[in-house]
């Protein structure tokens, strides 16, 4: 045993959990059994089985052909200037004022940019016109067949048959992936081979765009039949529908080939008439025998590899060495090839009967080896297996005893439980199954280690191992199963055959739990706390700090305790208390107290922590409720008792702490000790006024006076620290234009412009403060949900007009299309009218405005120019004049348009107001037009007076040229 002990002392690591298969098709699971290992059916793996957006990626190719419910933006550049968004109508007809309809479907976007050119020259002199693509209409195609959601779905002009597929799912096992069908609306037909794509150099019809209304036909599986053994891509495949039978050398070509070069033996399986299954080796690679449901086994006709041993397991570099350099084990291993933290008492030597030409495993004492005390002689193909110390704790995981006490092998589980779960169905009245290690299992808790690699590469050696193992369940860190080479083991004066269990009378306690080194200490060497706690020194970071817990059992009355205590007092000397014989002492990390108590006290953010079975006489406790869909915490699970005992010793710390919740304490704890275990306070936590509310009062205490802190609170009391009024806002305003010091600044509560302008440096002496533009992001959010909803009623408006039978104009729908398209791609300033002036603020305070998160300030300099905007010919800013009026401005922009509505004309001031015009011969009423003014024009809202709207199309088309007006006072 003495050999033992220094290896169960290694601190063990966990390994990624494996991931489990995917379910298997009835031709997958039918051909893998022939094959005798796993096959799947080639590409379906390579299709996505999740719909995902059909990206346009980079400029439109000119030769892009259009079609109706293509978007273009349209940009005039000239005499007349302009920028909108035009969908072609369903008639393929794009509308543009001024110009003559222009057939648009079926045009290439090349064609079309110089036919609206030639058009607009007509029209118009010195106008330039850019036309691009700017959104691509939508197209619908339905995919039938075998496919995961069959139905129609929606795609872009740019989508490809595989677009299509991909929208619908993908194409489920049962599909064929090679007899595809595109059907056109026309009647067309052509066949699709997705294999064309999948394979190297491939392509085809699968990458050509779909047309509306194309169909797209999956059939059943065809005829399929399989490669196997080694080739570079084993698999299940369909045949061609024109290639019934394949040749030797093409169902090479389908596998991708042979792994390795050189002869190779082909095994031809097919199924006859009879059902029974007949092998025919292949020679000639010419002929075309292979056909449906045949599988073909290649395999290399001789294993080249001679005159080798291998090294494998713990060691730095595994694999093959030359025999003529290893004839004997000390040749072969020596200490430097191991990696840290090897287990040298126990390896295993994998040889080949040369009889039977069976595997066999023999025990090998590595200790021995290294010292030269053991030198074995090695064969040609002999393989050493060197075990780590994480590959021994394995030993005595949960999944190991779970199969000692009768169960079954986890889904998913190494090669090496399964050959152990084998093992003990096989012999269920041998030392395994029936033994004192399996009735000593019924006792013990594993740990949640994954299954090492080792196990699953060389599946005998897990059952082998425990075979040639002791339980030692006292003198050591980790009790567990211990494998040795010798036939019996030793510790002290006592010793145990192999397959029995080792236990000391000495007196001893156990340290489990979040600590450095868990595991057994002699009682003369931790008689107390601090002593086994090595005064702090033996917890791991992280660990609980509040409370920990000292497991006793009472040898008279045979009763257990549970016995709390501080670490964070024995840790500081400020507690201690002796131990006793068999005293185990519990320490949890931070994370898993969090995770225990979350369900219980509602907190929905810490994961469930796993809760241990009671042990054999103790009283069972009902465990916290667990999470739904939480994750388990890492390590081993919390007895039950335990877990009980600190859920109802909790003090709950709510407010301003960094992680508020339930937390459990071993008696009177102090409140700064309670509010460093929340992680410690916010920075904006008011620890001048901490309230603690016991069962029959509530008291608040300055934590800021000096030791104050160190008052205390009991289980069932609650702390809560307040927060401090807000002083500062999370996020800044800029200020840009005419002052001293523009840029972004953080602001107060109950900041004002003022204030700001101050901040800022003042104004400028070109400064313009009745021009000043403030714009805010909540206004702005208010505006673009107005367009939207005016956009939807107008939709709204044009389904029920068709519902009823209206007769809708062609160019009434079209103009009421790019109405919702021009709301829609709107984007709204967000405008607040203010006054900004400084003098002004100064004498009336109530025009002060407070200040927002993310507001917008802009001071423009003093302007010399008055804009024109909305329906006149060539919208302008035009120089200011004292004494012209809005008439004035409009001639010089020539005029208004024939979409005009002149009745509607209005002036918007620098600061943002409105003001109505009244444009006519007969009015003499002379409207002042300050510089910085913009005169607009709206569009006459009579093509839209057949749509019945709640809210006025004038006050919609109004609302889109104060935005477009407001957009152009920025530009300038």
Known sequence: MAALIPWAHVALAAEPARPSPHAQSPVEASFSARAGGPLRAFGYDQLPDTPGGIATLGAVQADYRLGTGDTLAVMLRGQKTASKRVVIDA??????????????????????????????????????????????????????????????????????????????????????????RLVSPGGGERGIDLYRLLMPGGGGAADERLRDGDRILVPPLGPTLAVAGAVKRPGIYELAADRPRLTLAEMGDLAGGPVRPGPARALRLAIGADGAERGEEVADAEMPLFGDGDLLLLTPRQENRRNTVRLEGHVHRPGPRELAKARSLRGLVRAEDLRPEPYLPFAALAATDPRSRARTLRPIDLAAVLDGESDPRLAEGDTLIVLGAEDVDFLTS????????GGKPPAGACRGLEVLARTLAAEPQGTLARGPQARAAATMTGSTAPCPPVFDEHPDLLAFALGHATLVRSGVPRPGFYPAARPAVAMGGASAPRGGILESDEPRVELIGHVRHPGVRP?????????????????????YPLLGVIERHDRRTLARQLIAFSPQEVAAGRFDRHLADHDRIHLLSAERVRALVAPATGDPRAPAAPVAAAPPGAPAAEPPPPLPAAAPVGGEPVDPAIAALFLERVVQVRGAVLRPGAYPVAGPTAIEALIDAADGATAGADLSAVEVTAAAQRRLIDLIRPGTGRQTVAAGDAIRVNAAPAALESRAVTIAGAVRRPGSYDVTRNETLASLIDRAGGLTEEAYPAGTLFTRAGERRRQKEEFEQDARAIERALVRAKARGDTVNPDDAAHTRQLVAELRGTEPLGRIVVEADPAVLKQRPELNVLLESDDRILIPKRPLSVAVAG?????????????????????????????????????????????????????????????????????????????ELSKNVGSILSSLAITAASVSVISR
């Open 91 to 180: 008639e393929g007809r794009l509308l543009l004022e001024d110009l003559r309809p222009v057939t648009a479907a079926g045009r290439t976007l090349a064609e079309l940019r110089e036919e609206v050119q030639a058009a607009m020259s007509a029209a118009h002199l010195d106008v330039e016109v850019f036309v691009s693509l700017a959104e691509v209409r939508r197209i619908g195609v339905f995919v039938l067949g075998p496919v995961r959601r069959p139905g129609r779905v929606e795609l872009t002009a740019f989508a490809t048959v595989l677009d299509a597929l991909t929208a619908a799912g993908g194409v489920t096992a049962d599909g064929s992936l090679r007899s595809i």
């Open 871 to 947: 329906e006149v010919l060539r919208p302008a800013a035009l120089q200011f004049r004292t004494g012209k009026t809005p008439e004035d401005y409009i001639r010089e922009a020539g005029g208004t348009t024939r979409e005009a509505d002149e009745g509607r004309a209005y002036l918007i001031l620098p600061d943002g107001r409105a003001q109505p015009l009244a444009i006519s011969a007969w009015n003499h009423t002379v409207t002042a037009v300050p510089p910085g003014s913009v005169v607009v024009v709206p569009r006459d809202p009579k093509p839209f007076d057949w749509l």
């Open 523 to 543: 009682l003369h060497a931790a008689s107390s706390l601090r002593r086994a706690l090595a005064d702090g020194e033996a917890m791991q970071p992280g660990v």
């Open 398 to 405: 949960e999944p190991v005893l779970a199969l000692l006490r």
